[in-house]
């Protein structure tokens, strides 16, 4: 069955350090791929998107992620924090013949002052 | 700029009772989603609206149902709410099954 994981529920980081949200995926075929912020209060934005071409995508707020075919993973990374980023984050996957996104789990990230 | 309303921010019903939830959005989207959200689980699909008039049911219909009359409104209704239907519920519209979902904020649901 077709599935996103996202192995970390809740992460704490400090302000200025460096960011690496896991997501791994279980499809028949390369996925399209996304990765989404929740705020708190707030619905989901959208911060990038992989659907083909170069491996490296980047996205708004500082953020990229690295599609790695080899590892079926989709890992979100930012260089340094701010306060600011501390939300939820879905990463979540759809293929061309389906007609439904899976979202994984989410992982909450907390921020160290 | 782009926008997905939700008739409510929070809402608390009592068992048995039916309960409507209003989406609107203003970005001519074909396609309409609603989902819930609960800790641990993240986001499951109810159910999906390509057309006007067109519905496809997600993971978890059970229990509800929707109405999309309108290109631009899409309903989620709860025939008789239970204490485990309460969650927080997103809508969301797309252009394109395939594409970014603009998500609104999100009603708070709780059945007492």
């Known amino acids: 069955a077709q599935s996103v994981t996202q192995p970390d529920i809740h992460i704490t980081v400090s302000e200025g350090a460096s960011l690496e949200l896991r997501c791994n995926y279980s499809y028949g075929a390369t996925p399209y791929l996304f990765w989404y912020v929740q705020s708190p209060g707030q619905g989901l934005q959208l911060l990038l998107k992989y659907f083909s071409g170069d491996t490296l995508v980047q996205g708004i707020k500082g953020f990229e992620a690295e599609f790695k075919r080899s590892q079926s993973s989709f890992n979100l990374r930012k260089p340094s924090v701010h306060w600011s980023d501390a939300a939820e984050y879905f990463c979540?996957?759809?293929?061309?013949?389906?007609?439904?996104?899976?979202f994984g789990s989410g992982t909450r990230l907390s921020i160290r002052p | 700029d782009v926008k997905v309303t939700q008739s409510s921010r929070y809402l608390v019903k009592r068992t048995g009772e039916k309960v409507f939830l209003e989406c609107v959005q203003d970005?001519?989207?074909?396609?309409m989603f609603w989902y819930r959200q609960d800790p641990g689980l993240g986001l499951r699909l109810i159910y999906f609206s390509y057309d006007v008039k067109m519905k496809e049911k997600g993971d978890i219909p059970e229990g509800y149902s929707v109405s999309r009359e309108k290109k631009e409104r899409f309903s989620l209704i709860l025939e008789s709410a239970s204490t485990n239907q309460t969650s927080m519920y997103l809508c969301a519209s797309s252009s394109n099954l395939v594409n970014e979902q603009f998500f609104g904020p999100g009603t708070r649901l709780t059945v007492l």
């Open positions: 979540a996957a759809i293929d061309s013949s389906a007609s439904k996104i899976i």
């Open positions: 970005m001519d989207h074909e396609n």
